[in-house]
């Protein structure tokens, strides 16, 4: 293939981050739990002002997929390897993530809805940086439409890795679908979605269903990977079970792999039909005094292991650049890493 061939088109939700380090009795304030992603309501409408009276904030270009091409660009030896799909206002907002975009070699090709405000993502960080409750204000990211896929189909044609996170199959099912059955008509291409939070499987069942027969890669942590089960059923918490069942769940148009990651503890890797033998990984530790904030952690993991998929590394070598990733993130506030990337791809 060619190296225009050789590229990775993210779908998903743009939004702008704010971040900011605060007390339990704020989440309570907001019925917001340390450790959790939810949907903002009606109660959440002055969220972010109060977070700015009342913390430091810091304002980020993010949404998962985002969040990932970024950190997938970061390993990348060109820029525009990565392309981004979403939906933002015409608003300063959506200039600042162009401009991040931008700077981080990633090509945003976004959609623009003039009527709507860019959405944005309350990011509550807590004990010492190890929990991180977000609160998403979707915004004109809920006005993506398929057309948008159709004008800009040759970003499609050229890519060979298609990334939606659960969040945004909540959004457009219909251009998830196309993504997901154009790669499959072709044999060098992948189709990959994470869970991205267990309210994905417990509401948003019937999107999800929709597309897992057309997964080819699928990522989630335990949490996510646990209300996937309830949902199907399965009476079971044993996390290898579950991964297993995962990669097995039918209708399946050829072969799976599920990755589930449990914090510290081993990352699962388990393949249809046990085509490979299930694999373990073990996590590096880090010190706590390394650890600012795991806001962003888990869309890092999926950006660096998503560029050496690109790059055909074998899979002790992808899980590596994700943890990698992960861990670069977690030293930092917000998803953001350093400028030079020990791993890069040459």
Not at 79 to 107: I, L, R, T, Y
Not at 191 to 203: D, H, R, T
């Amino acid at each position: 293939m060619s190296q225009e061939e050789k590229s990775i088109l993210g779908l998903g939700n743009p939004l702008l981050d704010v971040i900011a380090t605060c007390n339990e009795d704020f989440l309570k304030k907001y019925d917001l739990e340390a450790n959790n992603a939810i949907l903002a309501e009606a109660k959440h409408e002055k969220l972010c002002a109060d977070m700015s009276e009342q913390f430091k904030v810091q304002y980020l270009a993010g949404g998962s997929v985002q969040n990932s091409m970024r950190v997938a660009q970061w390993f990348m030896p060109r820029p525009n390897v990565c392309s981004f799909f979403g939906c933002v206002g015409e608003d300063d907002f959506a200039k600042q993530m162009k401009s991040k975009a931008d700077e981080d070699g990633v090509n945003a090709v976004y959609m623009v809805d003039p009527k709507t405000a860019t959405g944005t993502c309350a990011c509550l960080i807590t004990k010492n940086g190890k929990c991180r409750s977000l609160c998403a204000y979707l915004g004109a990211s809920q006005k993506f439409s398929i057309d948008h896929v159709h004008k800009n189909f040759d970003y499609v044609e050229s890519s060979r890795i298609f990334y939606v996170s659960g969040f945004h199959l909540i959004i457009s099912l219909e251009p998830t679908l196309l993504l997901a059955k154009h790669a499959h008509q072709f044999e060098h291409k992948l189709f990959v979605i994470n869970l991205s939070a267990p309210y994905i499987s417990q509401f948003y069942s019937e999107q999800l269903l929709q597309v897992m027969p057309y997964v080819d890669l699928l990522f989630g942590n335990e949490t996510e990977a646990e209300a996937f089960a309830k949902m199907q059923k399965w009476e079971t918490n044993d996390m290898k079970i579950i991964a297993q069942k995962l990669a097995d769940w039918q209708p399946c148009h050829r072969p799976r792999t599920v990755i589930v990651t449990q914090g510290k503890n081993p990352i699962i890797v388990a393949y249809t039909n046990q085509r490979l033998p299930m694999e373990m990984f073990t996590v590096p530790l880090l010190n706590d005094n390394e650890i600012v904030d795991t806001n962003g952690a888990g869309d890092a993991f999926v950006g660096g292991f998503l560029a050496y998929r690109l790059a055909a590394k074998p899979m002790a070598e992808c899980i590596k650049a994700a943890t990698f990733a992960a861990q670069e993130v977690i030293k930092q506030s917000g998803c953001v890493f350093p400028k030079e990337n020990r791993m890069k791809l040459v």
